[in-house]
């Protein structure tokens, strides 16, 4: 489980209280010294995934989890041992080997001959330093493993552990090898070490500034490793090209009568930049006291880049030491250092620091008795030991208890027990509470604001529909006023010629109730519908020109527009069509044709033309004169023109609501 600081808590041992304060020191910056801090950054620099095996940040290996520190102390000094015997045995089997190559069967005298011989070596000669420094350093890199908090590190760590340990072995081959061709292999094989520890030295760099994460730094890895890795094959081959050392093998001195070559400079430039990219990485990366102990361990390593160098001229105290083993002492001595004093983030002087976390932070055993206690920890209360025996250790949790509700307990599973981590929540509390009280208010409000929207849209609906029957009422009053008074002014039936007047006045109520129909649903258009296109206004045209043939109005029409026009548009040109219609109808025989179409971008054009029997100029009628007082009254541009028998009406209007 993941609390607050962000990562599940791991196991660690109550002797060296574990990783559990390396992520708490990053909450305490402000309070604690230079030491402090730095595990805090180094841990969260270069640890920053979790340990893939246990799925746990800074994850024990899982032979030592789950158990009590002492049966934990046991398997540590057991797996030392382990490691020691295993030599012993190696050291052991070693005449067998040789005695077992083909090439040595002539060479290589009986087996109890050679184990004398290699037993006396070790104890009268210089193997047996080189049996003891492979032991220590085997012993060092799981003591390394076991100190060491990131993942990553910790096996690079163990690597350099176990190449010094596996070259002291090859430097004690190399001194009982039978043969030239042998000696020779061993001794390229020297340089496998000499590559691979300075580049082990430059990754630990990069995983201390945080750069593995970005993808150049992965880039730069692996090129890191091809050079190497070609460096090396070029060493292993120098019997091919004889550039790294020149030397006559038909010399029965050719060990100590050689020169050096390029390639043996190739590999001290190697050398010496992966150390230095090492502290420069490092000393960039942290604080200025542990930049101070880096320096240590860069001295460290210059004395060993003197020593190297004057080995490499033979000066002869340089010349009379191993330079194998003096390699790797020097190389541990510097990472020991690293490692003891903060540069890589360790179990080192943790307890310490547990004292000064300002966190109320317990240490419990399996049994849940307290063991360590920070001092600003305080009682527990009522409940929490309960809370935790009902919960299955091994896993992280967090829990309340109603004994005290401003606090929330978290636990998280140590080795030989768990760690108890109480954090104050009084003003959180508070804030919910007051968060509850305004979350109360603003819930009434909302349902009064949405009382409040309800009306009025009800309100405002109801304006609409109000507005609606206004509109409706005043586009069709004139027609219906005049529809009223046709049907009051009928002349009863006397005679034919008042049955033929009272017949053309229903004829014109009936073109007003046609009129007043499509008025009416034009109108309510203007209040719901975006436009009218071609298709619909020829609807409507076709409607009219039928209703204009039932009352011996002959009609054709023409809808020539390319976009659609606002409702608004429509009703008026249907006004100005109607009363074109009601003045035809005062003709005799009239026929009319009318013609919409586009005028320009903007506006639309109506033409319409009436044809009668009529002999006068029909613009000067009676008729035509109220035709274009109605004309007037529609607020369009219009022009009429006349004359005998025939009458035309140009009107232009905008496009309105495209």
């Known amino acids: 489980m993941s609390g607050s600081w962000g990562h599940p808590l791991p196991s660690a041992d109550f002797g060296t209280c574990g990783p559990l304060f390396g992520p708490a020191c990053r909450y305490t910056k402000g309070t604690m010294g230079t030491r402090e801090r730095h595990i805090g950054h180094a841990t969260a620099r270069s640890a920053p995934v979790a340990d893939p095996r246990g799925g746990r940040l800074f994850a024990m290996p899982r032979f030592l989890v789950g158990i009590t520190h002492q049966v934990y102390r046991h398997r540590v000094f057991a797996i030392a041992g382990a490691i020691t015997v295993l030599f012993l045995m190696l050291l052991a089997v070693l005449p067998a080997l040789f005695a077992s190559d083909p090439k040595l069967s002539n060479a290589v005298p009986a087996y109890s001959e050679v184990s004398e011989e290699v037993v006396d070596a070790l104890v009268h000669s210089s193997s047996l330093p080189l049996l003891v420094a492979a032991i220590a350093f085997s012993i060092w890199g799981v003591l390394a493993y076991l100190r060491c908090l990131d993942y990553v590190l910790r096996r690079r760590l163990v690597a350099i552990a176990a190449i010094c340990a596996l070259w002291m072995i090859e430097v004690i081959l190399k001194y009982k090898s039978f043969t030239p061709f042998y000696a020779t292999v061993l001794w390229y094989l020297y340089y496998v070490p000499m590559t691979l520890i300075p580049l082990i030295y430059q990754l630990c760099g990069l995983r201390l500034a945080g750069l593995e994460q970005h993808r150049m730094g992965r880039r730069y890895r692996t090129v890191l490793w091809v050079m190497a890795v070609l460096l090396i094959g070029f060493v292993l081959t120098n019997d091919v ?9 038909s010399s029965g001195t050719w060990s100590n009568d050689y020169t050096y070559g390029w390639g043996y400079g190739t590999v001290l430039v190697w050398t010496a930049f992966n150390f230095a990219a090492f502290f420069i990485l490092v000393g960039r990366s942290s604080s ?55 540069v890589i983030p360790s179990y080192h002087d943790i307890a310490g620091i547990f004292d000064t976390l300002p966190l109320d932070l317990k240490v419990l055993t399996r049994d849940l008795q307290e063991v360590y206690a920070t001092p600003a920890s305080k009682p527990m209360p009522v409940g929490v030991r309960e809370e935790l025996r009902t919960q299955e250790h091994g896993h992280a949790h967090a829990f309340a208890v109603a004994s005290d509700p401003d606090a929330v307990y978290r636990a998280f599973p140590l080795l030989g027990g768990s760690a108890l981590l109480a954090q104050d929540v009084s003003d959180l509390n508070e804030l919910n509470r007051e968060l509850a009280h305004r979350r109360m208010e603003l819930q009434r409000q909302n349902e009064l604001l949405a009382a409040d929207y309800d009306l009025k849209t009800h309100l405002a609906d109801q304006e609409a529909e109000t507005l609606l029957v206004q509109d409706v009422d005043q586009a069709l009053a004139r027609a219906l006023e005049g529809m009223y008074d046709l049907l009051s002014s009928l002349p009863p039936l006397t005679d034919e010629a008042s049955s033929h007047e009272r017949y053309r006045m229903l004829q014109r109520a009936k073109m007003l109730v046609a009129y007043c129909k499509r008025k009416g649903s034009l109108t309510l258009a203007q209040h719901g519908e975006s436009g009218f296109d071609r298709d619909r206004i020829q609807l409507i045209a076709n409607e009219l020109a039928s209703d204009l043939r039932t009352i011996d109005v002959d009609c054709a029409s023409i809808i020539a527009i390319r976009r659609p026009m606002h409702a608004s548009t429509v009703s008026a040109l249907y006004d100005c069509v109607y009363d074109f219609a009601f003045f035809a109808y005062t003709t005799d025989h009239p026929a009319l044709m009318y013609h919409l179409g586009d005028h320009d971008r903007c506006s639309v054009e109506l033409r319409a033309t009436l044809f009668s029997n009529d002999d006068e100029d029909l613009s000067q009628t009676p008729a035509a004169q109220e035709l274009e007082s109605a004309l007037q009254g529609r607020n369009v541009a219009y022009r009429l023109e006349g004359e005998p028998g025939q009458l035309r009406m140009i009107v232009l209007m905008p496009r309105a609501g495209e």
Do not use: K
Not at 241 to 249: L, N, P, S, Y
Not at 317 to 328: E, G, K, M, Q, T
């Open 288 to 342: 200025f006291r542990i930049q101070r102990f880096s320096g240590t361990a860069a001295l460290v390593l210059l004395g060993g880049a003197f020593f190297a160098v004057s080995y490499a001229l033979r000066v002869p105290w340089a010349w009379r030491l191993n330079f194998s083993l003096v390699y790797c002492v020097l190389c541990v001595v510097a990472m020991e250092i690293c490692l003891d004093c903060g």
């Open 241 to 249: 090209h004889q550039q790294v050392f020149h030397f006559d093998r």
